[in-house]
């Protein structure tokens, strides 16, 4: 009865290749490969954003100038467009073929490495003068300063955000099913496409995936984010 | 003009308001003071329905308040914060006609008729176009009680006016407090400002732990307070630093 | 390395030009009118959030919950696929036929669920935008207006949603940037906008560097005109009163 409401069937028939994709033959899709996804994302992008935040923090005004301009550009425009770029670069770049699932990983990666490098330096600047004060009047340089003073202080903060990223990144690989990269997305048009009649079923079921998903991780930020403020001594 | 009967509040354990009655008459200035957290300015926010009671009734005019006292009721009274609460987005001549021209209907030109001639009352006529954020506290304060005088209320109530004010803006507000007092408006002022309460207020009410423990005139209450907690108060206003010496 | 020989005049002559001129017009009108419509979408949700009734606070919630945590991809397609099956069958043959509406043409199916989707993807979040607006005027305001008699929605209307409306307005512009730059996903669905004619013009010539270098600087543009713009409204909005608010 329950299947003339919501023709149930068809999920299940289709549960292993949403969520799995072809992961038997070498060529892990769906679910997973959304996951792989972005977590290879985040991944570039926290340690490319901690490097431009470096870069930003030790350059002379100029070149800080020219990194913040670049990072305008990066995130002005729609992040499919620099799928797209990266679709026909990395080809080109590498000299030869690269994954399509890779030009996606390293588009995100980098949009996402601005948003690090700019949360990074705000946080930095956000942080009392007086600490950079009491540091060097201890006797810090300027890297000794960053590493041991401020920093630690700055990743404390910046912790529930980069859940919050995460949890942006796994909706944002879903651009890939444009360049057929087939993660979750891609594969439920895949199965729409076989299956013809149950479009609701199966786009309803992958949107729960991602709700599910996406709700449970911005849970554990905010809890996060409670227990930071407690530790912190703030409200 | 003012009843309180058998009055209960509580803020979840906390017993704020136990068993007020009191009775303010038409025209009559009464001051209530208090050490802080004795609920003197929950006991005034209950009047205009700010803060809810759990028991008893509350009358103005002789009708009751309900619970969370309905819009028109709130018109009749005009309160005074502690913060001022003047709106940002508008204009000293702004804030006050608002209420006349969205609740009472006016016109634009004879809302700010009124409202100039309000702010000629409180001395403030040449900032009618400035914004608070370009107004001193006191100018603040004073374009405030204003506006709690522009829907023509009854009753006003304030709310320690001048308690978060620097001491020479002090002087200001008073003067126009003590001049509507002899108005002859019906005034209820939580405030520590003793000498106020010793020119122009009819009574006192001291209040703690949620309790009126005395009522008196003035004089009586300055001269001879009678409740322990009361003359413990007025020594603690006046000399703090010598009591604070004596319990060390 | 590469050696790669730029032609610009593939991409901005003959056919080309064309695509691209049709293209930037659909992505221009996807942004207004999935902009406006769903700002109004939004206001409607701040209303129901702000409303006395815990029912409708609680549908306002589990909308802007749902459609936040779901991509806007999934969405698209599940209102393309599914929510044009539910349609009876005489709605969907007139929107496939082609309309005039006094000499101009009516928007198409997919154009129309493009905007659709876009629309009720973004009201979430620019209520969550003006929620946040709301909660960041003190509580001495509220105070103040229900002690002058003003009602619930007086109080709002008068008091709360213009003060919230200037704390909220850096972080909207953002959001209707955001939408701008969402717009391209309708490309999936077959809407002739920018990135879509881009491809076209890749496919047709093969000068994928130059076709994607033009859409780059045309989005930047954009988005750059649409800042502006909206930078202007929110003066000639909040022309008096500065709140110092950043």
Known sequence: MLSKLFYYPVIVDNLSYLLFGRLAQGQPGGLLLTVLMALAAIAMAMVLGFILALAHWFSPRGIQRVLWLLGEIVRGIPQLLLIFWFYFLLPMLLGRGAPDAVSVIVALGLFNAVTVMVSVLAGLNALPGGQHEAAQANGLNRWQTLRWVLLPQVLDHIVPSMVNLLVALIKDTSLAFVVSVPELTMVSTQVNNREQIYPLEIFLFAGALYFVLCSLLSLGAGRLERRLNRRLGLR | MIEFKNVDKHFADLHVLQNINLKVAKGEVVVVCGPSGSGKSTLIRTINGLEPINGGEILVDGQAISKRARPAERQKIGFVFQQFNLYPHLSALQNITLAPRRLGGLSEDKANAEGLDLLAQVGLVEKSRHYPAQLSGGQQQRVAIARALAMKPRILLFDEPTSALDPEMIGEVLSVMKSLAHGGITMMVVTHEMGFAREVSDRVLFIDQGRILETATPQAFFKHPVHPRARQFLQQLQSPLHLAEESA | ?246
């Open chain 3, 1 to 246: 390395m590469i050696h790669y020989h730029f032609d610009w005049s593939a991409v901005l002559s003959g056919a080309p030009l064309h695509w691209i001129v049709s293209g930037l017009w659909v992505t221009f009108n996807l942004t207004i009118w999935s902009g406006v419509l769903a700002t109004l979408l939004a206001l409607l949700l701040l209303g129901m959030r702000l409303s006395a009734y815990r029912g409708l606070r609680w549908i306002s919630a589990c909308y802007v919950t749902l459609f936040r945590n779901t991509p806007l991809a999934v969405q698209l397609l599940f209102w393309y696929f599914g929510g044009l099956q539910c349609l009876p069958g005489s709605w969907r043959d007139w929107l496939n036929t082609s309309h005039q509406l006094g000499g101009v043409h009516f928007p198409s199916t997919e154009v129309l669920v493009g905007v659709w989707a876009l629309t009720l993807f973004s009201a979430a979040f620019l209520s969550e935008e003006m929620r946040a607006g709301v909660r960041a005027v003190s509580n001495g305001q509220f105070d103040a207006a229900h002690s002058q008699g003003f009602s619930h929605w007086q109080s709002l209307r008068w008091i709360v949603l213009p003060q919230a409306l200037r704390y909220a307005w850096q972080p909207l512009i953002g959001q209707y940037l955001s939408l701008m730059k969402n717009s391209p996903l309708t490309m999936s669905i077959a809407v002739t906008e920018l990135l879509y004619q881009t491809n076209q013009i890749e496919s047709f010539n093969l000068h994928a560097i130059e076709a994607y270098a033009v859409a780059t600087l045309l989005y930047l543009l954009l988005g750059l005109l649409l800042s502006l713009a909206l930078q202007q409204l929110g003066k000639g909005m909040f022309v008096s009163g500065d709140l110092h608010v950043k």
